[in-house]
């Protein structure tokens, strides 16, 4: 069965070190043809099936019957690390107990659960190859412009290697709930080809870097696809690798976006930030002074543009860690030490 992911103790992962040469035989920032990429980064790309037993329910009890059967899924994965770390969605194994993974070259392996994060829906799994396999380069997603080609290779439907291209149609996509979901989303959009099976998947941009792992689609139309950014993934696998799971830390206030009638009334000059409506007693907002009706416009050196960034920077700002929180107070500003 799966592993259920512990925070404490923390469990030994053990890894080769990989070796030195380079992932991919591209230069960095060099555009190059789809073909290109397809032939290069398509050996990184693998398919994920997962097999869940459903055990015997009170019909077959009663009978003294077998189980039920199986269930059974598909996914898509992208090896990271020569050594057989492979980052997928959570969504795709999170249930699985028995993850078999197929490479380029047919050959399959039983996959591990390394961590994984469901408010994020990425996970690390791992499989031990004979010898060192073909990985991908992480790319920055910060950098990533609207209208940038982008390319999926993935296995829809079953269908694999399967390699779609497009552009990216909007970032920062944050009111998309996969499943009725909730967490921390910050999508790339794309137009790119994304079907069942694509899950967990890379997505590419034209310099043969990983700038997106394929999450979503919006299932009311073609051409509607989501990404979780890769600068995301940064974050929360080091964690992974080590603990399991990610560890959150949070300040302790209930926060809402900021309207045109709350504008008005704070006589702000732009719609930004997060309006405190609630303080957690004894939580680190409590202790730092912050009030109910406080604006917070910055989290450390990072801007509140909207509420929506402060659940993400305050969730990954680190335990323990000293924050500096810059706060608009009866229309003056202010910086508090969290």
Excluded: C
């Excluded at 259920?4 to 070190?17: E, I």
């Excluded at 090896?79 to 070259?105: C, E, F, K, M, Y």
């Excluded at 659960?113 to 010898?131: H, Q």
């Amino acid at each position: 069965p799966t592993p259920t992911p512990r925070a404490t103790p923390p469990r030994p992962v053990v890894f080769r070190s990989p070796p030195s040469t380079p992932p991919v035989k591209l230069k960095p920032g060099k555009q190059v043809s789809f073909s290109r990429l397809a032939k290069v980064l398509g050996p990184t790309v693998v398919h994920i099936g997962t097999v869940k037993d459903l055990g015997r329910g009170p019909l077959q009890r009663w009978m003294g019957a077998g189980p039920r059967g199986r269930a059974t899924g598909l996914g898509t994965g992208v090896i990271i690390r020569p050594d057989g770390l492979i980052l997928t969605n959570n969504h795709v194994i999170s249930q699985a107990d028995l993850i078999q993974v197929r490479l380029w070259d047919r050959r399959e392996y039983r996959a591990e659960v390394i961590g994984r994060d469901p408010a994020t829906d990425l996970a690390l799994i791992r499989i031990r190859a004979t010898k060192p396999l073909p990985y991908a380069k992480l790319g920055d997603s910060d950098r990533l412009e609207i209208g940038e080609w982008v390319v999926a290779i993935g296995n829809p439907f079953g269908l694999d290697h399967t390699v779609t291209a497009g552009i990216v149609s909007a970032k920062g996509r944050r009111n998309i709930n996969p499943g009725g979901k909730r967490g921390y989303w910050n999508f790339i959009q794309t137009d790119a080809s994304i079907n069942p099976g694509n899950s967990g998947g890379p997505l590419i941009n034209a310099a043969g870097e990983i700038i997106g792992i394929n999450t979503a689609i919006d299932g009311r139309g073609p051409g509607i696809g989501f990404a979780i950014p890769i600068n995301m993934a940064k974050v929360i696998m080091p964690q992974l690798l080590k603990y399991g799971q990610f560890q959150r830390s949070w300040i302790g206030v209930s926060i809402q976006p900021v309207t045109d009638q709350i504008m008005a009334v704070l006589k702000l000059k732009d719609k930004r930030g997060a309006l405190v409506t609630d303080v957690v007693p004894g939580s680190p907002a409590d202790q730092a002074g912050v009030l109910p009706g406080d604006l917070i416009v910055g989290f450390g050196q990072k801007p509140i543009k909207q509420s929506s960034d402060l659940p993400w920077l305050a969730s990954t700002a680190g335990i323990g860690t000293k924050v500096q929180l810059t706060l608009v107070r009866k229309g003056k500003e202010s910086t508090v030490s969290l």
